[in-house]
């Protein structure tokens, strides 16, 4: 090969990339090669990429489709885990060198997972199911998730997409720390729909809507009661419209409370009043309740009842 065309060669993999990741040139001076006259003075050097390159992206999960799951690991050892209505931001650390490939996960609040992965070919992913605080399983059980890449984030069904059983939504905005949205089945007999249809007209705090321009007022709805966003990780309005979509949510009244929670139940409701009487009273020293189980307007506590998970 002549010197011109080595010249030639090195010089399209710069300009193209096309020979790999070009690692830094090195000068030559090889003790065994020394000897040699040699016409190049730096020799450039493929190192590749990194190990852990090649779990850069965004992985959908194939084990549990209708939860929209997804996790994303990002340069500098960020992450983010994503549901249909969810989302969580940490850092991860995966350890290439051990095998199988060790995988530490940190939401924050204590969660912390240690676990394992798989990398089978350059479009799937396995991760060893595993709760915070456990030690690390050393083999992948029937419970591993599957992954698979997505060129794009995996995001939640938007509203306007979602297949509604509600024909019509009944909007209650008759008190301060809730709004109140009841779904109009498809298909209700006639004379019942006027009947719905003269009470709302009896009532100034109500109103009702056809599922479209109910898609439409979301966020008119959200800027109209939420005072505070308690679950910020949490797309309560997309959950609030899928529950009212769903057919087990259909005529069910849900609330979206002032602190972006959502409610059912009368106790739900009453929770709603009274802390926002409380923060309202004493903004400063309002404290939100941290754990999920003791929060009756928490989303997650209602969200699977239509599926919304």
């Known amino acids: 090969m002549t010197k011109n065309l080595c010249a ?14 070009i690692g830094k040139s090195t000068a030559w001076n090889d003790d065994a090669a020394a000897g040699m006259d040699s016409a190049s003075e730096y020799v450039v050097v493929d190192q590749g990429e990194p ?10 999960s194939q084990t ?23 989302e969580h931001l940490g850092t991860y650390q995966a350890d290439f060198s051990k095998t199988p490939i060790h995988l530490d996960m940190d939401l924050g609040q204590n969660d912390r997972v240690k676990t394992i992965l798989k990398l089978v070919g350059d479009e799937r992913l396995i991760i060893a199911n595993n709760n915070p605080g456990e030690p690390r399983p050393q083999s992948f059980s029937s419970k591993a998730i599957e992954f698979t890449r997505s060129i794009e984030s995996a995001s939640s069904q938007s509203a306007a997409d979602m297949d509604s059983a509600s024909e019509y939504v009944v909007v209650d905005q008759g008190e301060p720390a809730f709004i109140v949205f009841t779904g109009i089945p498809k298909g209700i007999d006639p004379k019942q729909l006027e009947e719905i249809q003269r009470k709302v007209a009896d009532r100034e705090t109500l109103t009702m809507v056809p599922w479209p321009q109910f898609v439409e007022q979301l966020d ?10 308690d679950y910020p990780h949490i797309r309560t309005m997309e959950g609030i419209a899928c529950l009212v979509a769903s057919k087990q949510g259909a005529g069910a009244p849900w609330g979206l409370t002032w602190n972006g929670g959502i409610a059912l139940t009368f106790n739900d409701y009453q929770h709603a009043r009274r802390t926002y009487e409380s923060y309202k009273a004493a903004p400063a020293s309002y404290q939100p309740i941290r754990d999920p189980r003791r929060d009756p307007v928490h989303p997650n506590g209602h969200l699977p009842f239509g599926g919304c998970y």
């Not at 030639?8 to 990741?21: D, K």
């Not at 190990?51 to 959908?60: F, N, P, R, S, Y």
């Open 8 to 21: 030639f060669v090195v010089l399209f993999c710069l300009l193209t990339s096309g020979c790999g990741s």
């Open 51 to 60: 190990a852990d390159q090649e779990l850069l992206g965004t992985w959908v």
């Open 64 to 86: 549990d489709t209708g939860s929209g799951f997804s996790v994303t690991f990002s340069a500098g050892g960020t992450m983010k885990m994503s549901t249909r209505f969810e």
């Open 220 to 229: 008119e709805y959200a800027r109209l009661v939420i005072l505070r966003k």
